[in-house]
């Protein structure tokens, strides 16, 4: 158990009988007592433990909140910030995953299986209502509740369903991501994949393509872009049918969320689904990387042109970028534009530059948001001006982008494109500073 955050919670005057539930490398959960005017209760205790992306926090506080009016969600109570940490409070409904519950109890039987499908077809029909795709369906994800319900938990990952900056983000675990992922983008068939190879785990006890216990992310998504369904033949032909409809790699042919209300109330099939054929595959090639770039996947491509600047191969790295910036690829355009400001191994263009950035930025890409800024303040490409430059800094800095951060700070300890507040400009030191930007430490150190 972290130890320094069981005291920042014991700290907490209202908070006792702290017991941790799980550990994650951004966010850890508590069961916990917390006492009110009502008395003792208990809660689930979720701790954030990077809060530097206000923006994310900050969007994922108003959904839970808009989420609170539906019957298929954990209650929501409270968001509180301690020290460099958020505490989210819900309601207390078990501390058991349905991962956990499988490997404890065994799969689900139909009856259970399809309580499971229909809950949370009816928790992503809300979340998909209001423009956002969960992202993170999981039986890690999912709690299996006292009482037979199940609740989708995680509404950190949750993000609007465009190409964005945040859909190219491929860390951690994507053992049950959509192949689409891989090119920066998810929608609400997203959502419905991954339910799809949950409920064969809830049904199973196995993973669809036998990933439990790969740490590879290239080999997961080989697995989600070419590999067949484990033994699909031994489940019954409604369920059988469902998940090959469900995990289609294609997004176009899955299932709809509309189209699984209609299925949970009345079964059927289209024709194509029912004369489904397919050859099993679950073999890897040699170098999965370069198989996954030559199959135009943008992200694996990235990775190709990332190392290539680095290991000096600079035309290739560009020719690499462009390739993926064409196709609305954000780091892409982002590393395109700063190979135009630095003048290699192509002609300087600030012009070019600004606009590969301000394409990246539209996509929400912090990074970018940063170098369009810098480039308003110089006024390189663009005209000269602080309070776009400020503007930009913010968005990058809400974001996380330490540098931005401070930057940010700059800006306000000597008034330049808003009005001067010390106060704010500390903060910001401070946040940046407190995750390792040593000019913030120094800015600060030096208004002490």
Sequence with gaps: MNDSLVMLLEEQSDISSVKSVSRGRLASTYKVKQTSAEGKKKKLLRVIKNISPHYQIRREKDLLHYLNQFPEFINFNEIRRANFHYLQFFDYKGKTNLQTSILEHGPLNDTDAKRLLAQMVSSLDRIHKVGFVHSEVSPENILAGKKGDFYLLDISKAMPSLPSFEAELINGNHRYS???????????????YSLGCTLYYALTGNHIYRLNKSKNVLEQFWAHTHHSIRKVNRLSVLWRYLLIWMTQKDPSKRITIKELKDWLVEPAFPDWVRKYRYEVEGDYPQDVLTSLADEHYLYPTFKQALSAELGGDLITAFNLYENCAFKGFSRAENNLGLMYEKGTPVKQS?????????????????????????????GHGVKQDDFRAFKLYEFSALRGNLMAQNRLGEMLQL???????????????????????QLALNNLKSMA
């Excluded at 070019?352 to 308003?376: D, I, Q, S, T, V």
């Excluded at 008034?415 to 910001?428: I, P």
Aim: hydrophobic share 40%; charged share 20%; net charge negative.
């Design 415 to 437: 008034g330049l494109g808003v009005k001067q507040n010390l106060e704010q400009a500390k903060y910001w030191f401070s946040m940046a500073g407190y995750y390792g930007n």
């Design 178 to 192: 959509a192949p689409e992922r891989l090119n920066g983008h998810l929608t609400e068939v997203s959502d419905v």
């Design 350 to 378: 600030f012009v070019m530059a600004a606009n590969m950035y301000k394409h990246a930025f539209e996509k929400g890409n912090p990074h970018a948001a940063f170098n369009l800024a810098r480039l308003f303040e110089e």
